[in-house]
């Protein structure tokens, strides 16, 4: 399971995301693509801009979307596509 944490960026997509596991950044949007709606929450899975971030509880990994659409952890080879 993932959730939206409260923006702080100033711009309108740019989202910070917690999640369970490091499993869960396969069910996150993309710049233009949908998340898995999480439960009752219809907020967290719409689309979101390059720069969103997402944290994993579990392992202290970060996630960040790139421009084409990956969410790559920083140094990492390995990324997921929405």
């Not at 998340?35 to 994993?56: F, H, M, N, T, Y």
């Amino acid at each position: 399971m993932y959730w939206i944490s409260q923006d702080s960026s100033g711009r309108d997509r740019q989202m910070q995301f917690f999640m369970d596991s490091d499993d869960d950044v396969q069910n996150l949007p993309g710049i233009n693509t949908m998340g898995v709606q999480q439960g009752e929450d219809r907020v967290s899975c719409l689309p979101v801009d390059k720069g969103s971030i997402a944290l994993s509880i579990e392992s202290g990994k970060i996630f960040i979307l790139n421009s084409n659409n990956a969410w790559k952890r920083p140094g990492a080879e390995e990324s997921a596509t929405p």
